[in-house]
């Protein structure tokens, strides 16, 4: 089994920032594209930023020059660096990773349990 862990969200001011964490651990073989999606209540989660096992990046148009992603793949670990927060960035962050266990196995999705970030006017 394979566990996602996120850390690193909370309350801040309109203009601030935040650093979201996510780790996975368990079995894990091997890491394909890692990425941050976030959700509101009634809505879709929608992606906000991805980035490939080769560091290539892909950012929603509303967090483009304000968020960037970047992963730690000795730690099995990505990171979205959030500035210049805004109202409407408010939502529950969930993290995602595409994860093989095994060498013969195909990459599936994982999620983490979500972590909120709450941005004031």
């Known amino acids: 089994q394979v566990q996602l862990v996120e850390s690193g969200g909370g309350l801040v001011q309109a203009g601030g920032s935040l650093r979201l964490s996510c780790a996975a651990s368990g079995s894990i073989f091997s890491i394909n594209d890692m990425g941050w999606y976030r959700q509101t209540p009634g809505k879709q989660r929608e992606l906000v930023a991805s980035?490939?096992?080769?560091?290539?990046?892909n950012y929603s148009d509303s967090v483009k020059g304000r968020f960037t992603i970047s992963r730690d793949n000795a730690k099995n670990t990505v990171y979205l660096q959030m500035n210049s927060l805004k109202p409407e960035d408010t939502a529950v962050y969930y993290c995602h990773f595409l994860v093989s266990t095994h060498w013969y196995s195909a990459y599936r999705t994982y999620w983490g349990q979500g972590t909120q970030v709450t941005c004031s006017s």
């Open positions: 980035i490939t096992r080769g560091d290539i990046t």
